[in-house]
Each structure stands twice: as C-alpha cells, then as structure tokens.
C-alpha cells in the first residue's frame, strides 16, 4: 500500500493543532504517511484526504475563492477523497448555512453535505461550553466535545447519517466519505476522532 | 491539544450547569484560550459603527472590535477614552456573524463585568483607553468571557496571561499609523523566547528560576513557556499597521494573525484596503500575492501617520508596570 499524504487547509483557524493530531494519529495507528497544510491547488490535488479546521467559515470560504482552492476541494471530494469537517469546516461543507441571529448570509460553501446548518446555534462564546459527547456508530462511546461558539444541524438529507446530538441539536454526521463535527476535538488531548478519520482515508487509497 | 500552563482550574469564571440531564462546563482555559485558537491566520479590525463591522465581515474580518473612537482620533480628541456604547456594540453584535470584541479600561473592573454580561465574544483590557487603575490589571480568572491583553516583551505577556488572559497581543503604538513599534516589540518577544528556550534545553533551572524572579511571574509558567517555545496562548500584532505590506511583514515574524486599528477606518479607501490586508495576511508566503493586495491600496490615500519618536501620548506605556 502507498503512502497517505493528509492535507490540513490552511487558509485560517487553528491549522496546527489538527495538523499534530493528525500526526500523532498516524503514528499510533503505525500508518505510514504524510500530514501537509495545504493552500495552493497543486498542494490540494495530490492529497488523500484533506481536513477543513476550524475558525471563521466566512473567512475560510471567502479566501478560497480568492485562488480558487474551493473548485479544487469540491472536485476532490466528489471523486471520492475524504474530508473532515470541523466547526467553521462543517458550516463550510455544508449546503446551506443560517445564522441564529443574522439568518441569511451569502457566504460561499462547498455545497457537498446534505445538511442545514444553524450557524452560532448554542450562543456566543460566553455561552461555549465543553460537554460529553457519545458517538456509538463510529465506536467511541465518550468524547469530550468542545464547543465554540458552535453551529448544529438542523436538517439532514437522505444519505446523512446522525453520529452525535446533543440537547436534541445534532453535532456530529457522516455521509459517505465526509465527517464532520460541531465540536473541536484537535483542542483535547483525545485523538480517536482524528484516528478514525485517517483510518478512512487509509481505507479509501 | 492546545497549551494550557498557567490554567488555573476552579477560578470563579469557569461555571459548571446542568442543562437537562447533561452537565456542561463553560468558561474553561480550554474554551477561552481555544476561542482565540479559532481565529488565527486572521485579522481583527476596529470599527466604531454597524456600518464598518459590515464592512469588514464582507472583506474577511475574522472579528471586529468595537470602539467608541478609532484609536488615531482618540490621539486628537485627548481626555478620557472609555469602553464604547453599550448600545451600538450590541446592534453589531446583531449585524455580523464573526465574533465581536470590545475594549475596556485597563484595571476596570466594571467596565469589564459589563461587557461580559453584553456578551461580547472577547474583552480586549486595552491601553488605548485610559487606564482606571494604574497599579492592577483585572484578574481575569473572574470572568466567563476570554480577554486579550497588550505586550511589550515576554515579561508582559507572562504576567497577563498570570492573570487569565487568553490572548496576546504584542503591542504597538496605536493610532500613529506607524508600525515601528509592532514589529520591535514582536522580535523582543521572540528573541525572549529563545533565550529562554535554549536555557531550558541546556536544563539550567537555575537559570530559569533567575528569569522567572526577573519577569515576576511564577517559575511554572516560565518552565512551560520555555519548553514550547512560544506563548502559550495564540500572539497578534498591534499597533499602527496600515497596509497590506505592514501586515504580511508581521505575519512573516511569527505572529499568529494581526490587529488593525486606525489603518483601515482611517484611510479614505477603507473598502479596497480591508479586503487587501486580508488577502496579505492570509497569503503572506506568497510576496506575489502580497503585491496585489498592496497594489488594491492608494498610498495616497493611507492614513498620514506619525513619528512614534515625538508623541506627546505614548499609549503602549500606559497601565501598571507589574
């Protein structure tokens, strides 16, 4: 089998710390790979898996238009390559985003998750919270789940499947090769979830 | 896993519910230092209206941080600066998504609780407003709500961050349009970190123990910051940056994004110029892409600037000196 090479998009948000999860996470799995933070589109379309961190999706979004790493990563991901979605990474996946309190913005989304996204759904950062999260379908029964100023889902299409709620609000999901979190696991100490990604990525190349 | 030296765990902002049946915990390090996580590689520009937040949303703001006055004409207006209406930092709060920061007095605690019970995403503790108590900052474990502080060297972020701050910012010399100070105070901060970096790699606690009674802050906190490296905390610049050039240069140094202030607002071509900083920071590698984002901008148009040499008001020395 050839080497993985893990991409972290690398245009805004907290790049590093999912990039060293992801390292540690290939070295306990004993996978032999590469991890990258990528930002052009050379970088991008040689990857096997890519992870969108979190920050300000609004950011993330506008700025890849700018060089045009949006097509490259929309592309990639319909071929087949999986993505991990965190926060401001699954607002961005998403097929349509609203915020709590503004409603409609016209950011720019990759359009691939079938989902609804309620942006800043749990409050502002005062109201951030850490809580334990359960997600029995991908075999981790206790998490603990960071939540900034996160969003949820509020609905989903036919082929997404519901990994994680919390309070009746879903905050984590699957469809396919895309993953995608509410909540920040590359700000703990637990990698099961950066772990379970590249497995899917060794999986899939 | 984010840096987490210096936590201090129970402090009084850290509030643990129970929303139905599950128990939440809010206010932690982890939350705090982690929001500031969130907007890195970013830019956080000072608005004084809905207006300007809306302005700088659209051209890729990471955060705005309202101001009653822009720093420059704070500079102009001379007396006494204090936090902005509570009333337009709330119809901002209600216009933009990205998260929205205010300023407080250094050393007030009520202005402080104040914004805290606004809601605002995070408390900036800040020297260009006029500090109310010259001797303390506020302790900031007190409060839900994460603070960013100003830094002149290693010494003072470490003390801020002694007292709860979940962000740095290395200070500049605001309102002068003039970035001189940003970049002298970010290479005094990183030449800091090395010489303490290279003391804890020649395992020399003597030494360490030495630094840590000259910075005034606890050995822990200087043993764990000398074993990254780096702040614990995520670092921006500040302070009299006005083009895209000044904030590709600092993002060059180490710095973990940029604060503008009176650059953009300021100038007479806001709209272009707070896109072109943006498009700098982000890609600050790529000098091709800086060119064109610094080609957006007129020159001419910038904000005139002063000589940091002859200030009547220097406000990076302002606050108390502990």
Redesign the interface.
């Known amino acids: 089998m050839s080497k993985i090479k893990i991409g972290v998009l690398a245009v805004q948000g907290d790049v590093t710390e999912n990039f060293l999860a992801t390292m540690a996470s290939m070295s306990e799995l004993g996978i032999d790979g590469t991890v990258i933070q990528v930002k052009t589109l050379e970088q991008i379309s040689t990857l096997d898996g890519l992870i969108i961190p979190g920050g300000e999706s609004t950011v993330i979004g506008q700025m890849s238009l700018v060089n045009g790493a949006i097509n490259k990563i929309k592309e990639k991901i319909e071929s087949g390559m999986p993505v991990f979605g965190i926060c401001a990474g699954m607002v961005f996946l998403s097929k349509n985003s609203q915020d709590k309190v503004v409603g409609n913005t016209d950011q720019p989304l990759l359009n691939i998750l079938d989902v609804k996204i309620e942006r800043n759904s749990f409050g502002r950062q005062k109201d951030s919270f850490e809580a334990n999260i359960s997600m029995e379908p991908i075999g981790i029964s206790s998490f603990n789940g960071v939540f900034i100023r996160a969003p949820s889902v509020s609905e989903t299409g036919s082929g997404v499947e519901i990994l994680a709620k919390f309070n009746e609000k879903i905050v984590a999901v699957k469809q396919g090769n895309v993953l995608a979190t509410a909540f920040h696991p590359e700000l703990t100490k637990d990698i099961s979830l950066h772990k379970s990604f590249v497995k899917l990525v060794e999986n899939q190349s | ?2 840096p987490l030296s210096g936590d201090i765990p129970g402090a009084k902002g850290t509030i643990c519910e129970k ?2 049946s ?7 390090s ?2 705090k230092r ?2 500031a ?6 830019v956080v520009m000072d608005v004084t209206t809905v207006e300007q937040a809306q302005i700088a ?1 659209e051209a ?4 705005v941080m309202v101001l009653d006055k822009l720093p420059s004409d704070v500079r102009k207006a001379g007396g006494v600066a204090r936090t902005a209406s509570i009333r337009i930092i709330e119809e901002i ?7 929205v920061m205010a300023k407080c007095r250094i050393g007030h605690m009520y202005e402080a609780k104040v914004l ?1 019970e606004t ?4 408390i900036d503790e800040s020297e260009v407003l006029t500090p109310a108590d010259e001797y303390h900052h506020i302790w900031k474990w007190d409060y ?3 603070f960013v502080n100003g830094a002149r060297s290693l010494a003072e972020a470490l003390r801020r961050i002694e007292e709860g701050a979940a962000m740095i910012r290395t200070k500049g010399e605001p309102g002068t349009g003039n970035v001189a100070e940003a970049i002298y105070h970010i290479k005094k901060v990183n030449e800091e970190l090395r010489a303490i970096k290279s003391i804890y790699d020649s395992d020399d606690k003597q030494d360490l123990v030495r630094m840590a009674r000259e910075f005034k802050v606890s050995y822990d906190l200087v043993e764990e910051t000398a074993k990254i490296g780096r702040l614990p905390v995520v670092n921006f610049a500040a302070g009299g940056i006005a083009t895209p050039a000044d904030a590709a240069y600092l993002m060059s140094l180490g710095c973990d994004g940029i604060f503008v202030g009176s650059g953009i607002f300021k100038a007479e071509d806001a709209q272009e110029r707070a896109r072109a900083v ?2 700098a920071t ?2 600050w ?1 790529e000098p091709d ?1 800086v060119k064109d984002a610094q080609k957006m901008i007129d020159e001419r148009q910038s904000l005139l600037g002063l000589d940091v040499k002859n200030l009547e008001l220097k406000m990076q020395d302002r606050g108390s000196t502990v």
């Open positions: 896993m984010i929303i139905d599950n128990s939440i915990v809010r206010g932690t982890t939350l982690g929001f996580h969130m907007l890195k590689n970013g949303e890729g703001a990471v955060s709060m209600d216009h933009v998504t990205i998260p805290d809601n605002v995403d995070m839900t709500t994460p943006v498009l982000t890609f590698e892409k």
